[in-house]
Nanobody, 118 residues
Framework: QVQLVESGGGLVQAGGSLRLSCAAT????????MGWYRQVPGKQRELVAE???????NYADSVKGRFTISRDNAKNTVYLQMNSLKPEDTAVYYC????????????WGLGTQVTVSS
């Protein structure tokens, strides 16, 4: 079983910062992609950022320049540094682990709430 455990969510004022962490445990292949998605009620879950083992990153346009994703391969942990937060960033943030070209299962954390007040 693969488990993804997120932490770091919370309530912040606009312009503030948060750092999310997600640790993966269990049985999974090392060549994987880890990322962060977010979802608000009534809308589809959307990609925020993702990062493969190589370190190449991919960001949603809405967060470019504000968020930074990174990973520690030794710890199987992915981070999301969120700066200059906006109320529009309010969502449940989910950690994800999947494989390139979807050649394996996709795993999700339970989510962590991020609320940005105006």
């Amino acid at each position: 079983q693969v488990q993804l455990v997120e932490s770091g969510g919370g309530l912040v004022q606009a312009g503030g910062s948060l750092r999310l962490s997600c640790a993966a445990t269990g049985s999974f292949f090392s060549i994987n992609v880890m990322g962060w998605y977010r979802q608000v009620p009534g809308k589809q879950r959307e990609l925020v950022a993702e990062i493969p083992r190589s370190g190449n990153t991919n960001y949603a346009d809405s967060v470019k320049g504000r968020f930074t994703i990174s990973r520690d391969n030794a710890k199987n942990t992915v981070y999301l540094q969120m700066n200059s937060l906006k109320p529009e960033d309010t969502a449940v943030y989910y950690c994800n682990l999947h494989y390139p070209y979807e050649l394996g299962p996709s795993y999700w954390g339970l989510g962590t709430q991020v609320t940005v007040s105006s």
